[in-house]
């Protein structure tokens, strides 16, 4: 069982947030699981322009480190996102990373595949910078199994009992991946997009090649 974490911080070794994904990677790889960890701010990811090749021909445009990082996300059984709050989001390079999974989601890509998030904030917005991330891997087709979210401007020493419970939610994602759990109201949402992406990609057809051929690889369209 692979799990990646993803850290968005671009604080490098001072990130609170850093020491919550790892967490999860302990408790996960406690659990019996391969852990690895990934630091975003270190990669070469650029822009999104929107070009639409990637629906196309299945591969982007841009020659930089996001399709190695892709490749791992993509080979890992459980995906741990992680992001510090500024200004009532994730920051740039987390939004970077994700605007360009446009065609992960039209196909779908994380479906069988089981996710969490965690996420710091100085004065608020650690819970909802959690829900976004939990939501993405969620869109992508994952399940989710929770997430941490702590907020330290107050209380800097918030981040030692969060990291506990960030080390069980790793222990809990190995339990989820091996029980392969359901949850009824993830199920509804994962039915509703494949519906929605099936008839996108069905609309765009005869220019979306690659996503069509790859619906009808996985025996979702026929036609």
């Known amino acids: 069982m692979k799990i990646l974490g993803i850290n968005g911080s671009p604080r490098g070794s001072r990130s609170q947030t850093l020491r919550l994904v790892q967490a999860v990677l302990d408790g996960a790889g406690s659990a019996g699981a391969d852990v690895e960890l990934v630091d975003i701010c270190k990669l070469d990811i650029e822009y999104c322009n929107g070009c639409t090749v990637c629906y196309e021909r299945g591969e982007c445009v841009k020659e930089d480190d996001f399709a190695e ?11 741990v996102l992680g992001s510090p709050n500024y200004i009532n989001s994730v920051t740039a390079q987390v939004k970077t990373m994700l605007d360009r999974m446009a065609d992960a ?8 595949k089981y996710g969490c998030a965690v996420a710091t904030a100085g004065g608020s917005g650690a819970d909802e910078v959690v829900a976004y991330l939990n939501g993405v891997l969620q869109t992508l087709g994952a399940n989710t199994v929770g997430g941490v979210g702590v907020v330290l401007g107050g209380d800097p020493e918030a981040i030692v009992p969060a990291e506990g419970r960030a080390y069980e939610l790793g222990r809990k994602l190995v339990r989820a991946i091996e029980n392969k759990e359901t949850y009824p109201e993830q199920e509804r949402l994962h039915a509703e997009m494949l519906e929605r992406m099936r008839a996108l990609v069905m609309a765009n057809k005869d220019r979306w090649h690659h996503e069509y051929e790859h619906w ?4 979702r369209i026929s036609e």
């Open 69 to 79: 990082l892709y490749q791992k996300m993509l080979e890992s059984d459980g995906i």
């Open 105 to 112: 989601i039209h196909c779908q890509m994380f479906i069988g």
């Open 216 to 219: 009808k690889a996985t025996g």
